[in-house]
């Protein structure tokens, strides 16, 4: 038996409500901002936010008063009985989607309006969030007020835009807690980063053209570091260094297809793709990798380092990674014990894909896997020997085969593993909301009656 089916979970006709759980709201809207001209109009950025799910309430404990939605540019319009309440947006994994960023949204996350500004961004969440002004955010920036409360975007100041991109990537989601001390220090590690990329390269540096990448540890230390910025699915294949074309690593979730193939080795270059001493033409179209076969890659998620793309006559999910995927990566206690993950795989058997989705919340000596409706729990430990995660899936079911996990890769959205008993890569999310919208997409092209 295969030792995923006990953590096989089928959510087809689940629907995706996480944004909006007060359905006893007042005052429900889809407003299309300016309808009455006596509402207020308020633009949602770090880049413009569409569909973010937009909550009056009096108080973070009360049910919405009113409810509306964004629109393509961010915006949405508020009735004046409502403005000085406390308006918040959540932008939902999955579901809302950035200007900035390929697809929907990878990170569920909330963002505070404070009362005197019709913007809402991360730096009203951090003010309104804290004891801190937008007076004082801007001062430890070293940016002008107007320019922090100014839409940022259409205005193309890069170097806030960035800030905000990176404190975006910091906030939580349906939460209004003081996380300031943190996010200050965000702010203070990318403003390092920026001083001396200014330093380096001048102070007309094009400040879109990279992504701060920020780490935290366990001591809660900050470090800010910079990266390529991916903008299109050309930016994360056609990567380079010294004029030096690198490849990119792919790989299939589905067992029989990774048997066949193993870790594929590719570089993409002027239309060309090249892999040892074959080489193939291909063409972009969106997040759509055309080949001259006909062979078509659908691309689901993509993001600095890591992408996800179904093959679209094969139906299989795949992996791709600018470094290598490793298949005996070590875990470690704090990145499970206390933490959530959401696990999608292929339980198939043969070629034909069988998308999966399990819930899986580690405690100290114990996870809970949740399975639909159902859950059950069972030990775990980390090996001290080899660092794999060993999942004693046998005290559930007599007979089934444990499951020992290597870590591979991650980024700040997922976690890939290595299942050594199936011999392949498994993914786990920490945003369910977007979990579940990889395992609908996926599952949607794998039943799809392309070739």
């Known amino acids: 038996m295969n030792n995923k089916n006990v953590i096989a979970l089928a959510i087809a006709g689940t629907v995706l409500v996480g944004c909006n759980s007060d359905s006893d709201s007042n005052s429900n809207s889809t407003s299309n901002p300016g309808d009455n001209p006596e509402n207020s109009t308020f633009t949602v950025i770090d880049g413009y936010i569409n569909n973010a799910f937009i909550c009056a309430r009096e108080t973070v404990e009360e049910a919405c008063a009113y409810t509306t939605t964004t629109d393509v540019k961010g915006q949405f319009s508020l009735p004046p009985e409502y403005a000085d309440m406390l308006i918040t947006a959540d932008i939902v994994g999955g579901l809302s989607s950035d200007s900035d960023t390929l697809g929907v949204s990878a990170h569920s996350y909330t963002m505070i309006a404070v009362n005197t500004e019709q913007l809402i961004t991360p730096f009203t969440s951090i003010a309104k969030m804290s004891d801190l002004s937008v007076e004082d955010i801007a001062s430890e920036i070293g940016v002008t007020v107007e320019e922090l409360t100014s839409d940022y975007v259409a205005s193309d100041d890069t170097k806030v835009h960035l800030y905000a991109r990176t404190l975006a990537s910091q906030l939580n989601y349906k939460s209004v807690e003081d996380a300031s001390k943190t996010l200050m220090s965000v702010v203070k590690e990318t403003k390092s980063l920026i001083e001396q990329l200014e330093q380096d390269h001048g102070s007309d540096f094009d400040f879109s053209t990279i992504t701060v990448d920020i780490e935290i540890d366990y001591n809660g230390n900050v470090n800010a570091s910079s990266l390529p910025r991916v903008s299109n699915l050309s930016d994360f294949l056609e990567i380079s260094k010294d004029s030096q074309s690198l490849p990119i690593y792919s790989a299939s979730l589905n067992p029989s297809y990774f048997d066949q193939e193993g870790i594929f080795l590719a570089t993409f270059k002027d239309g060309a793709t090249t892999s040892g001493n074959e080489t193939w033409k291909y063409e972009i179209d969106g997040l759509q990798l055309i080949f001259e076969d006909g062979e078509v890659d659908e691309f689901i998620y993509v993001s600095n380092h890591l992408a996800l793309g179904v093959v679209t006559g094969d139906k299989d999910l795949n992996i791709y990674a600018q470094q290598d995927l490793i298949t005996n990566g070590k875990f ?84 890939i593993g290595f299942d050594q008993s199936t011999q392949t890569f498994v993914l786990n999310f920490y945003d369910k909301a977007f979990a579940e919208k990889i395992y609908q997409d996926w599952s949607n092209l794998a039943s799809s009656d392309n070739n």
């Open 332 to 415: 470690t206690e704090n990145e499970l014990v206390g933490k959530t993950l959401y696990f999608v795989a292929d339980d198939s058997t043969g070629v034909n894909p069988d998308p999966m989705f399990a819930e899986l919340k580690f405690e100290e000596t114990s996870v809970t896997i949740t399975e639909g409706v159902e859950s059950f729990s069972v030990g775990y430990e980390i090996s001290s020997d080899t660092g794999a995660l060993h999942i004693r899936l046998s005290e559930e079911s007599v007979g089934d085969n444990d499951m020992v996990m290597y870590r591979s890769l991650s980024n700040q959205h997922m976690l």
